[in-house]
């Protein structure tokens, strides 16, 4: 099975952590700085912990955060991804779906304010 061998292939493991030392490439591969991710994955990563069982490792706030963002950056396919990663397509299409949805629950009132009358105009 092709997802056995994820932490000598998957691109979580290799490309990701490479780029990582690369500034301009870490830019190019999740269309964000590092230091941008890493003060992403500070706030989201209390929210996104996975669960792990006898059977599977959990995975990680950073890689649920890393093919969230390739997903949002590239717009493959979930089956792509789950290719890239070493991952289920369902898998994937569950971080994504978790991590889109913690993103917008954690973030919104930082980001987006509700509207009032003065900044109605």
Same mark, same amino acid.
């Not at 000598?8 to 990701?16: M, N």
């Not at 269309?31 to 991710?37: A, L, T, Y």
């Not at 089956?79 to 954690?106: E, K, P, Q, Y």
């Given at each position: 099975?092709?997802?056995?061998?994820?932490?000598s292939?998957?691109?979580?493991?290799? /490309?990701?952590?490479?780029?990582?030392?690369?500034?301009?490439?870490f830019?190019?591969? /999740?269309?964000? $700085?590092?230091? $941008?991710?890493?003060?992403?994955? $500070?706030?989201?990563?209390p929210?996104?912990?996975?669960?792990?069982t006898?059977?599977?490792?959990?995975?990680? &706030?950073?890689?649920?955060?890393v093919? *969230?963002?390739?997903? /949002? &950056? #590239?717009?493959?396919s979930?089956?792509?991804? &789950?290719?890239?990663?070493r991952?289920?397509?369902? *898998?994937?299409?569950?971080?994504?779906?978790? #991590?889109?949805?913690?993103?917008?629950?954690?973030?919104?009132?930082?980001?987006?304010?509700?509207?009032?009358? &003065?900044?109605?105009?």
């Amino acid at each position: 099975m092709i997802n056995i061998c994820r932490k000598s292939f998957g691109e979580f493991y290799h /490309l990701y952590r490479d780029a990582r030392k690369y500034p301009e490439k870490f830019y190019e591969y /999740l269309r964000m $700085s590092k230091e $941008s991710f890493d003060l992403l994955l $500070s706030h989201l990563d209390p929210y996104l912990c996975g669960i792990g069982t006898n059977f599977r490792e959990r995975i990680s &706030a950073e890689q649920r955060l890393v093919i *969230t963002l390739r997903f /949002l &950056a #590239t717009g493959e396919s979930y089956r792509s991804l &789950a290719l890239h990663f070493r991952l289920g397509v369902a *898998t994937v299409s569950n971080i994504v779906n978790h #991590t889109c949805m913690v993103i917008w629950d954690t973030m919104k009132s930082d980001y987006l304010p509700k509207p009032t009358q &003065a900044t109605l105009g």
